[in-house]
């Protein structure tokens, strides 16, 4: 009897499953001209500079500058949907190479409707391909959890300071 029973209520929770429909993945638009871009995928978007300005020269100067409330004029800018933010990315080279990415974030405020400054903080550091210059870099900036946003930078300059980095962007899919 209690067999029965177990199948009847298996066959009833059967029954009352909804079927699982597989979701395409939204595609990922892809906007290019000669100064600037624009990847969109997975609600978010990433706006940014095909010349982008290197501000910064040394650790110091790119850490203090990220840390502070006001914006930075960004040479990359993440616009995520979830969690609403603002994620917005500049540039240090250093005398040896080294390609050194500081990050500003603002979180949307509900009350006032405002993204306000959340923290700033240097993300990462790349070392160039080549061991002279004009160096290379490969940055990878995340997206959307499976949208992988690649910078190929390569330097616009063959001497230090670097003051520029011509950014060709691609999604990795």
Known sequence: MRAWAARG???LGILD???TVAVAPRPIVVT???QRFEISGEGNSAPGLRRAPVPYE?????GAAVRQAEPLAAAVRVVRAVPAQVIDYVFCVTEDGVLVVGQQLRSLDAASGQ????????KRAYPALEATSPW?????????REVPLILAL??????????????TPS???
């Not at 390569?154 to 950014?167: C, F, S, Y």
């Open 9 to 11: 209520a298996l066959a």
């Open 58 to 62: 040394s650790l110091s100067a790119l």
């Open 115 to 122: 993204y306000v400054f959340t923290e700033g903080d240097i």
């Open 171 to 173: 999604v990795a899919r």
């Open 136 to 144: 290379t870099w490969i940055v990878d900036i995340p997206l959307g």
């Open 32 to 34: 290019l001209d000669a």
């Open 17 to 19: 499953a909804s079927p």
């Open 154 to 167: 390569t330097a616009m300059g063959r001497a230090w300071p670097i003051l520029a980095v011509a950014v």
